[in-house]
């Protein structure tokens, strides 16, 4: 028995021993073997490039030549010295379309008054039986036009006698008989000429009027194209100091023209300024000045009164030749509000009416000449720079009745 269990011991003590040589065996192949110091080789004493074709040759002494023996190249002219400010191209002058005709160039921008006016009434006037009903309508759309009661009435009455002296009315005689009658409702006799034209005391001065947002700054400055294509030379005022921006507005259609442009600081006196413009106009000898006042609210009487005070400043240098009143078309009968206000303050010479392409109620033309009894002498028709144009009674009733 004891035999056996020697034998057992000896046998585990064997499997012991074998085993562990066995995980020896296995640890040894997987250490890593030990890292080996780099190498550190020091540069060469003298730097070495690469040796290709001829550059493996060794270096050849080259004869070297003196400053005296290098020819110099030949003196270059030296440019002058530009100023800056003189570098800079001065804004291109504009050439301004012709005025004459102008009108009957823009017709087409008189399409919805043609539809609404013109031609509503040549459907009525066609009609075979002229009733009450049907006169009424035509009293209706010559309201609707804004053309004003009482020139209405007086149109109605004229054209229902000539209806019946006429009897048989054709086409091309109703046409005839509507454009008389338009050319003598809307005045074909009234001068619309602006007084632009240089004087003994000096330069004719036209001031500007209108309450803001009628356009007045920019009719100012496409006035002055007009003038300057009918030969005219234009110093501008740029009375406006209390809108932003107004005076620079101003300058740039001034300068597109090679019109001066005189200006104040913003806020400051606009009397002070139209003063100073037709002074400057006076030195220059300029044919026109024109004076873009502030735009007045026609509700209050300060601004008003200080408008007032602008035209007597003027004044001392010599008469206000124009007083230009701009209204907006398409605000019809509040335009006549302003245009009574405005009568009040200073005497308004003549008329410009903007926006007239975008409204169909072409007969404020009728009722604010009415109303103040001074002419329309120019309209608008258009945003573009010549869309402003002289006013030509004929063919402004041409362009409401078409072809």
Do not use: C
């Not at 080259?62 to 570098?87: C, K, M, N, Q, S």
């Not at 459907?123 to 035509?138: A, F, Q, Y």
């Not at 009293?139 to 000539?162: C, K």
């Amino acid at each position: 028995m004891e035999y056996v269990i020697l034998a057992v011991v000896i046998a585990v003590v064997a499997v012991g021993a074998i085993a562990g040589l066995v995980v020896s065996g296995r640890r040894r192949r997987q250490l890593p073997p030990k890292s080996q110091a780099p190498v550190i080789t020091a540069p060469p004493t003298t730097p070495r490039e690469p040796q290709v074709g001829e550059e493996a040759a060794p270096p050849t002494e080259e004869p070297r030549r003196t400053v005296e023996e290098v020819p110099l190249p030949e003196t270059a002219e030296v440019p002058e010295a530009v100023d800056v400010a003189e570098a800079e191209t001065a804004p291109a002058i504009e050439v301004p379309e012709p005025t004459a005709g102008r009108l009957v160039r823009l017709r087409s921008r008189l399409s919805r008054s043609q539809n609404s006016l013109g031609k509503g009434l040549l459907s009525l006037l066609s009609r075979e039986h002229l009733d009450e009903d049907t006169w009424e309508e035509i009293e209706d759309t010559l309201l609707t036009a804004d053309v004003g009661v009482a020139p209405t009435q007086e149109l109605v009455e004229r054209l229902r006698t000539r209806v019946k002296v006429l009897g048989t009315r054709t086409p091309d005689e109703l046409r005839a008989l509507l454009r008389e009658e338009l050319v003598e409702l809307v005045g074909k006799d009234a001068d619309r000429t602006v007084r632009s034209t240089k004087h003994e005391e000096g330069p004719a001065v036209v001031l500007v009027v209108g309450v803001n947002g009628v356009g007045k700054t920019t009719t100012t400055g496409k006035l002055a194209r007009v003038l300057v294509a009918d030969g005219r030379t234009v110093v501008l005022g740029a009375a406006d100091t209390f809108r932003a921006a107004a005076a620079d507005q101003l300058q740039t259609w001034g300068e597109r023209v090679g019109a001066r442009t005189v200006r104040g600081p913003e806020g400051g006196d606009p009397a002070s300024i139209a003063f100073d413009a037709v002074k400057e106009g006076i030195a220059e000898g300029v044919d026109t000045v024109l004076v873009d006042t502030a735009g007045r609210l026609h509700t209050k009487t300060g601004l008003m009164d200080e408008l007032g005070k602008v035209k007597r400043v003027v004044e001392k240098h010599g008469p206000v030749d124009e007083v230009l009143l701009v209204l907006d078309a398409t605000t019809g009968q509040n335009g006549l509000i302003q245009a009574r206000v405005f009568a009040e303050v200073v005497d308004i010479t003549g008329i410009v009416l903007t926006k007239l392409d975008g409204t169909a109620k072409g007969g404020i033309v009728v009722a604010v000449q009415r109303e103040l009894g001074v002419p329309v002498k120019l309209i608008g028709l258009g945003e573009g720079a010549d869309d402003l144009a002289p006013f030509e009674p004929g063919a402004f009733v041409d362009a409401l009745i078409g072809d």
